[in-house]
């Protein structure tokens, strides 16, 4: 069946205030038990991570792995700005506002990837984000004004499954008008070769800097709701264990693909909650999965491949 | 101030053996396959924890083995067991990932790595374990420093490694074949040169060295539990990178300025626990100005 581009369009926005309108009434209306509505939450956090970090490293094809360090940056700065400067009868009016200032600091913080990105690739990049993301480990651990290694807390338990569904399909929209506008083909064909993507009048260094920017800015984002649902941050939350987390989920459910980061987010969230009676040894499977999702499927399960309610409108049913 | 500075100089060698003993590993891995072996830290942690098996089952034995015996049984024991397992590494996860993109091979490596971690910690639980102590022999004094046994044993015998790797890598026939493959991957099989065994070889010999320096560690700083190789694996990484990577030289090099690093951190800014700031600012910094580090050769890209 084919559906026209206007009927598909409509859908898609019933659909998304469909999802927006449940995830509202069901936790309010008790049907949905803490428990799962808790794991939804973590579930969305997880999607929006690997959202922004598949456009790094998916679609540029760049090695990014300090994500963390992002994610922990807007953690902290929008935690910082509900409990020192907001009165705490503002705070759940302007909770989007703070998750946004999270996502810019982080996004500020891209700059510092962003920048030696221009002059090393592969695995030197790889390097500068783990570097990136030990420094940001370790000056939050020396700030004793955020409570250093102790971590941060004080913060209301602002998230709920709305506020975290409406930004999974921000997400998800914002990231799919990039990647097929002229913009986006940029950021794949840096990915098939940059020199290549140079010379035909691919501005690379503009590319590269927004393209770590939306991804930093989301990551932060996704920061500022999981310090708001947690309540407690501390480094060590995110730490490059939570940067391999975010790596397996993304090459789990397949590189240059949005279907697949949601996918893949599901998959692996779901799978550490389902193994958590193997206490300490749930830790092995995700470090396992991605070894061998490395040998026998390094692309994922939607590698480049795409939903076809994500994919780009066809030219010739629009005209 | 003097003595200070001398007895700190001193702990930076000690320190500095034991991560110039890693980053060789680093170096060499880096230098024949252009893979960065995010795993060999916790190769490093496998070794420690052998090396303390093998210690506690000797001193367990109550046999009233002389010291040395005991760490040089420890010592062949955790090299033997611990060249074993990079060769399995090697043979399992990386081999199979030659011809795939770099990126690929890393992520399998940081892979390998946290299952390492996660397996020696669901094998033997969070508890950190206390090394035997085999060295008691109390401190000499000489003017006016410290100087202990132990670290003597150290420096002298991270020397000693270094000076046989150096000699294997520019002297032997495994040498010259580490450096041909490093040169030059696709026209070496063809001059009938093993490349798969000489690159398992480099593994073990690689992994071999963590694990002398997992026991040095471990009979320096006697507590051991299993992420230790993550801190420690990063910084003999760091200075794989500030000496040159794929340079062995420049990884000794690297390894005392790291050593030094750790050291004289505390002594200039207010608290210890600013140093793997200052160590990671200190990488991106070089990344940034000089990426083929200190002793490195220059990279170019073929187009």
């Given amino acids: 069946m084919v559906i026209s581009e206007k009927r598909k369009k409509l859908l898609t926005w019933l659909g998304a205030v469909l999802l927006l309108v449940l995830s509202w009434l069901l936790p309010a209306s008790g049907l949905l038990n803490p428990y799962v509505v808790q ?14 970090l598949n456009l790094v490293n998916g679609y540029m094809g760049e090695f990014s792995v300090g994500h963390a360090g992002f994610m922990g940056i807007g953690a902290y700065a929008a935690s910082i700005i509900t409990v020192w400067f907001l009165p705490r009868a503002w705070a759940f009016w ?68 709305f506020w975290v569904a409406a930004w999974v399909l921000i997400t998800v929209m914002v990231l799919r008008r990039l990647v ?3 913009f986006g083909r940029g ?47 501390n480094p060590r939350s995110f730490s490059i264990l939570k940067s391999t987390d975010m790596l397996v989920m993304v090459y789990l459910g397949g590189v240059g693909s949005l279907t697949g980061s949601l996918l ?56 | 101030m003097l003595q200070i500075l001398g007895q ?20 060499m891995v880096y230098g024949i396959l252009t893979l960065i072996n995010f795993a060999h830290g916790d190769i490093f942690m496998v070794g420690a924890y052998l090396s303390l098996a093998a210690a506690a089952f000797l001193l367990g034995l109550h046999l009233g083995l002389p010291a040395v015996v005991v760490f040089v049984g420890a010592m062949c024991f955790s090299m033997v067991l611990t060249a074993l397992l990079g060769v399995t590494i090697e043979r399992l996860a990386y081999r199979p990932l030659r011809q795939a993109p770099r990126v690929s091979a890393v992520i399998t490596a940081l892979g ?102 997992g026991l040095m560690y471990g009979l320096a700083y006697p507590v051991l539990d299993p992420y230790m190789g993550v801190r420690i694996g990063w910084w003999a990484f760091i200075a794989a990178v500030v000496g040159g990577i794929g340079n062995i030289r420049g990884a000794m090099l690297g390894g ?43 990279i170019f890209e073929r187009v």
């Fill in chain 2, 112 to 213: 390998v790595g946290l299952f390492l971690e996660n397996f020696t910690l669901g094998l033997l639980g969070p508890e950190p374990r206390h090394f035997p102590t085999l060295i008691s022999v109390g401190a000499w004094e000489i003017a006016g420093l410290t100087i202990t046994p132990l670290q003597i044993l150290i420096i002298l015998g991270a020397a000693v490694l270094m000076v046989l790797l150096d000699l294997l890598v520019g002297h032997t026939l495994l040498g010259m074949a580490m450096r041909a493959i490093s040169y030059n991957r696709q026209i070496v099989p063809l001059m009938g040169v093993p490349v798969d065994r000489v690159i398992s070889l480099t593994f073990a010999i690689g992994s071999a060295i963590a694990a002398a320096g």
């Fill in chain 2, 8 to 27: 700190n100089i001193l702990n930076a060698l000690q320190l500095g053996s034991v991560y110039a003993l890693i980053a060789l590993g680093y170096t």
């Fill in chain 2, 256 to 298: 005392f300025i790291l050593g030094a690093v750790e050291i004289f951190t505390p002594m200039i800014l207010p608290s210890s626990t600013y140093r793997d700031f200052v160590a990671f600012s200190l990488l991106l910094l070089l990344l940034v100005f000089k990426p083929t580090g200190l002793l490195g050769r220059p």
């Fill in chain 1, 187 to 233: 950021i794949t064909a840096i990915r098939e070769d940059e020199v290549a993507a140079n010379l035909t009048g691919v501005d690379t260094r503009r590319v590269k800097l927004y393209a770590f920017l939306v991804s930093a800015f989301f990551a932060g984002v996704a920061g500022g709701l999981f310090a708001h649902l947690l309540q407690f941050i």
């Fill in chain 1, 94 to 161: 302007t909770f989007p506002a703070v998750l946004v200032a999270g996502g810019l600091a982080a996004a500020v913080a891209g700059l510092v990837v962003a920048f030696p990105s221009f002059r090393t690739r592969g695995d030197y990049l790889a390097i500068v984000t783990l570097a990136f993301n030990m420094i940001v480990k370790s000056v939050l651990e020396n700030l004793e004004v955020v409570g250093g290694p102790r971590g941060f807390l004080g913060m209301p338990r602002l998230t709920n499954l």
């Fill in chain 1, 264 to 319: 893949g987010a599901t998959i692996f969230t779901l799978l550490m909650e389902v193994l958590r009676p193997l206490g300490l040894w749930r830790w092995v499977v995700g470090p396992l999965l991605l070894v061998l999702l490395m040998i026998f499927r390094p692309q994922g399960i939607m590698g480049f491949k795409e939903w076809k309610w994500f994919k780009e409108r066809a030219v010739s049913s629009e005209q």
């Fill in chain 1, 39 to 52: 794991i939804l939450m973590y579930l969305g956090i997880n999607m929006i991570l690997t959202l922004s």
């Fill in chain 1, 180 to 182: 097929y506008s002229n």
